[in-house]
């Protein structure tokens, strides 16, 4: 999931930087709008969290490799996907300049592909299917499984426009493997944490899920 600068020309890097860059500036706008001091305790343990689990790689062929994202599990926790977009590109900053893991120039794609479409895929699912009166464990695991396999999708078509590797094995390699591990990994975890939290404090969830939910499927 991670793309380095040897897979993509820079043309096409900066036009996935083009993209990427409207939707960091409305995290950040965001964050100066929704964050509190009650807010920003959670908001770095998850970026912790999500910088650790992403340190399990799972080698899949191709020079790629599969592993969670958890952008969708933080746009819940959130009421918002920019929330995740913010965490995701915060993690990747550091993950990029300081371990040299994923590349500079095409970060914009990475941020894109983990922050914006993992997240964006993966809370909207989830308030489609809490304003249907669907059980949140079964939501929130939905949720980010269908964000994990959207954004490797969306990875392996841009690896084939970039001439990396063709199309049908990347799509092979990337949606089997991130399919799996959307299952096993993200969305039961996410399903879980969500769970728990919504159980502990429902005010901090589920009553703004079900705010956002009418209001984003209007």
Do not use: C
Request: aromatic fraction near 10%.
């Amino acid at each position: 999931m991670h793309i380095p600068d040897s897979f993509m020309p820079l043309s096409q890097a900066l036009i996935y930087w083009a993209i990427a860059l409207p939707f960091i500036f409305m995290s950040f706008r965001w964050a100066r709008k929704d964050m509190d001091d009650m807010k920003i305790p959670i908001l770095a343990a998850l970026s912790a969290g999500i910088f650790a689990i992403q340190a399990l790689n799972i080698p899949i062929g191709m020079g790629t490799s599969g592993h969670m994202v958890g952008a969708a599990l933080v746009a819940i926790i959130f009421g918002s996907p920019f929330a995740g977009v913010l965490v995701l590109t915060l993690v990747l900053l550091v993950q990029g300049i300081v371990f040299a893991d994923g590349g500079i120039t095409v970060m914009g794609a990475n941020i894109l592909n983990m922050g914006v479409i993992s997240g964006f895929v993966g809370y909207y699912s989830f308030v489609a299917l809490r304003s249907k009166n669907i059980d949140i464990k079964i939501s929130a695991f939905f949720g980010a499984w269908l964000g994990l396999f959207i954004s490797s999708i969306a990875t392996a078509i841009e690896m084939s426009i970039a001439g990396t590797f063709p199309l049908v094995p990347g799509l092979v390699a990337m949606g089997t493997f991130h399919f799996v591990i959307g299952i096993i990994g993200e969305g039961l975890i996410t399903a879980i944490a969500i769970a728990a939290i919504a159980k502990a404090r429902p005010d901090l969830v589920d009553s703004k899920i079900t705010e956002d939910s009418k209001e984003a499927l209007l």
